[in-house]
């Protein structure tokens, strides 16, 4: 199982550096000042060496919500009851939560998947099974202050299901995806994970997640602390990280990734869970990182150590913090309007507008 | 003339305090943690208390572009030359600018005013027709380095004619107006104005526009600080500010403003020149504030001032600097988005999700 995922990793290919010359050079004649539209720009320009295109279209948007239980909850680090999780699925299928709403503002198709939820759902009707996929690894990791999340074989399947997921959607016409997560404790394994490849100590990395008071946050710290003494996961293998202080939908998320980047499609990253994932695609998958645009800068205070070790520079600031992937597809549409100006934009000859003078 | 501004002014009141904390109680009921979709939360809001309503609805979108030329541009201020303002406007209504491109993606229409262009533009059909408005005050401003740019009567037209222009709009049912320009060598007339009310002294407040160099900047300054000298404008008039040292563009924004504060919509104010109507709207009216969103950070150096000293926080931040009103019209989007979370998202109850144990 190990091989089959090293052989979807070897199967990646950096971004197009020819189209991207390309892609620079159109934008240089739209009809503005030299790159005017800043960012817009510089993502554009990259959807295009994503793409391998000067086409560039994300018009065909998914959300992919993963979610899982964790048995680091015992450690008291959540603000919520463990039962939210399940709770919350169903209520993106209703379409009432803030991904729903979002998805449905930027006119992108929602998908939940359980990866590893404690109890199950059951799917009612056509319209829930389109939207609710099962691929559960395990119900629930086990308490990672203790000792590993979950085998090894278990996060190479979190990581194989999640790519598979993303496979599916990108057959279908998806030429664009969003990361979500929902899983109650999940911001104190991507904490852990983002203590290992930032290097930032828990103190640095552990916030509020869904609003822990200070006693609570102290507690996180500690289940944090233990988790890292007790498991001493290894940076340079990411999939001993992932088992060891890891969430399956944080696996899964890692997974989705790298479909992005094999099949060659932009994927917009989250928030704090998101980016965790985005931790373990870039150690399996250097080059992954080329196909991940940041979503927003969350309010989760280690968010943005975990940025700056990708690289990469969030498109919103607005205060967010609720995950689901509710920052990801909000920025989608940053990145669509993009696509829009660099598609559709004329260029000064064709507005027959005089250029700059000096 | 003057007489009739002021009774518009007048008639303008802050927004609704009550509907205000009914909408924060609102939002205290989504299922989600306390206000984790951050600044979404405080947009909807204020759109409630603006528009005195709990169902807040920004999904009829117009983007206004008032443009007019500059006798400033003598000296020398501008990389573009003075016959590109006809031509961009004439690419607006042809739908191949950035604007054009911005605001179908987002949904809004786009009317192009002729606030005082030197040349006359000649709609040719219908369609045209529908865009674009004439509304000349006279043909360009006077070099205001020599003298003032307008006469006081001018600067009041100004004023009126963007307000008019905007209720126009407004009693055909547009819930939300984005302000934007086009005027070569609006980015100086601009900066005086910020200098006049921020204080900045003209080397902080100027920056390199459409793209001058570091040469083009000194003439820039020195434009600046010869036009502040030799009129020297009274902060506390601003009808004097904006004939002394403005455009007929930036009096038509300011009158935008105004209307929509008048008629109890929002309106999003978008970069440097935007913003120093903005300037001028908030020294006729200092409530009218409360109407404004600032759609983007630009990247003109003297733009956080000008937002510091309106109390505006911005809503993207993504190095743009083309003016049109592009920023604007892309964070209509976040508003339109903020709405629907405001309306769309289940409470607690009707999700049947437990809330936060601590």
Redesign the interface.
Known sequence: MEQELKNLIDGISPIDSDIFQKAKEHTAQ?????R?????HDISERICAIQRTLRPDVSKKQVIVFAGDHGIVEEGVS???Q??TL??V??FI?G???I???S???GAKVMVVDMGIIPDFIPENQEEKAIFKEKKVARGTKNFAKGPAMTRNEAVQSILNGFNIAKEAISNGINIIATGDMGIGNTTPSSAIGCVYTGESAEVMVGPG????QE?IKKKIAAVKKGLDVNKPDPNDPIEVLSKVGGFEIGGIAGCILACAYHKIPVMIDGFISTAGALIAKALCPSSVEYMFAGHKS?EPGHIAMLKYLGLTP????????GEG?GGA?AM??V??AC??FN???TFD?????????
Do not use: W, Y
Request: proline share 5%; net charge negative; with cysteine.
């Open positions: 739209l009809v503005m000042p030299p005017a539209l800043g960012r817009l603000a919520f009851p039962v939210v709770e919350m169903r209520c209703k009432g939560a803030g729903s709403v979002i449905r503002f930027v869904t609003g822990i008071d609570g309010e498109l919103l600031d607005l205060g967010m913090r609720l509710t909000l549409n940053i669509d309007a829009h100006v559709e934009v004329m064709q507005a027959g507008v005089h250029e700059k003078e000096n």
